[in-house]
């Protein structure tokens, strides 16, 4: 099993930053892939970033590229989602998920119980 804790959301105004983190622990030999992905009210379950963990490969959906960095430290068993200049449509619940495949989906085995994120206009 593997266990992932999300936490760093927030309210900010339009413009704004946010830094997501992802404590995760567990037998993390069975995946090869972590990411994030939010769940926006009108949209639905939308992937936003993805890292092949063994080469550190990382891949951004088209909303968050030139905006959210995403970063790993494997000492600290930590994955880290920094958001810059976040937008009203940026709203939503971001899980942070692990699994066996790769690339920008939202369908990881594994993910975590989620943080909110609000950003005001």
């Known amino acids: 099993q593997v266990q992932l804790a999300e936490s760093g959301g927030g309210s900010v105004q339009a413009g704004g930053s946010l830094t997501l983190t992802c404590v995760y622990s567990g037998d993390m030999d069975t995946t090869s892939c972590m990411g994030w992905f939010r769940e926006v009210s009108e949209k639905g379950r939308e992937a936003v970033a993805a890292?092949?963990?063994?080469?550190?490969?990382?891949s951004y959906a088209d909303s968050a590229k030139g905006r959210f960095t995403m970063s790993q430290d494997s000492a600290k068993n930590t994955l880290i989602l920094q958001m810059n200049g976040l937008q009203s449509e940026d709203t939503g619940l971001y899980y942070c998920?692990?699994?066996w495949g790769c690339g920008i989906r939202i369908d990881y085995e594994y993910w975590g119980q989620g943080t909110q994120v609000t950003v005001s206009s």
């Open positions: 998920q692990a699994g």
């Open positions: 890292i092949r963990t063994r080469d550190g490969r990382i």
